[in-house]
């Protein structure tokens, strides 16, 4: 009697729900998959063109150089773990005046977490100074480049996760995409000019321009919303 039961339900849920309800959650699904992807390839493109336009010796610097700088990542999850109920309400688009508030409120916070640990950085760097030989490249000034482009880019605010979450998928993927093409081409450029060091340059150029594309969809989706 209970399997009957659970059938029953199973099919009047399944008849419930509109096909063109079905479609619509499964391109956004999608979108959101094929965004995330994209993503990704576009932190760790510098890496492969770096190893494929000069040598592995430079991507170890930079790999190096690297992990110190994206260490900034881990406050930055916590913050985002800590603060995952806020974040689903994002979904409630008819609530713009609380979107708002934690849109701003989680700007800050992200944006002290960035500052502090480049703070942090800087000072590392001078207190442990590594003086490279002729074909080395210092790990922390890579650090310090892709820390920059993560304290600038966090002062626009969680953008890319408030575009998906307000149901924009396909801005958000068209923005990736945009991102994944200029960081090809400046790490070609930059990398050729300046090895590991054009890397990171590019990354943290890539990451600037990305927050700023992020936040102006954003401000446009907003006002477009409340009009």
Known sequence: MVNRFLTNQNNNFSISIPSRIIKKISVFSFKSTI????????VKI???????????????????????????????????????????KLGQRKSYKFLLIYFNDSRKKV?????????????LRQTFTIIPHEFSYNPFDISL????????????GPTGTAIVMLGYPGSHLT?????????????????????????????????????????????????RNNE
């Open 35 to 42: 965004s995330n992807l994209l993503g990704v390839l576009t």
């Open 46 to 88: 510098d890496i492969l063109m770096l190893g494929l336009l000069t040598s592995f010796i430079q991507v170890g610097y930079y790999e190096v150089g690297a992990r110190w700088g994206f260490l900034a990542m881990i406050p930055l999850t916590l913050f985002s773990a800590i603060n995952a109920p806020m974040i689903s």
């Open 111 to 123: 944006f002290f977490i960035t500052f502090v640990y480049l703070i942090f950085l800087i000072i």
């Open 145 to 156: 480049i892709l820390a920059i482009g993560f304290t600038v880019s966090s002062y626009f």
């Open 175 to 223: 923005r990736i995409t945009i991102s994944l093409l200029i960081n090809i081409l400046l790490n070609f450029y930059f990398i050729n000019l300046y090895g590991a060091y054009g890397a990171a340059l590019s990354t943290c150029m890539v990451l600037i321009l990305t927050a700023l594309m992020s936040y102006k969809i954003f401000v446009n989706i907003t006002k």
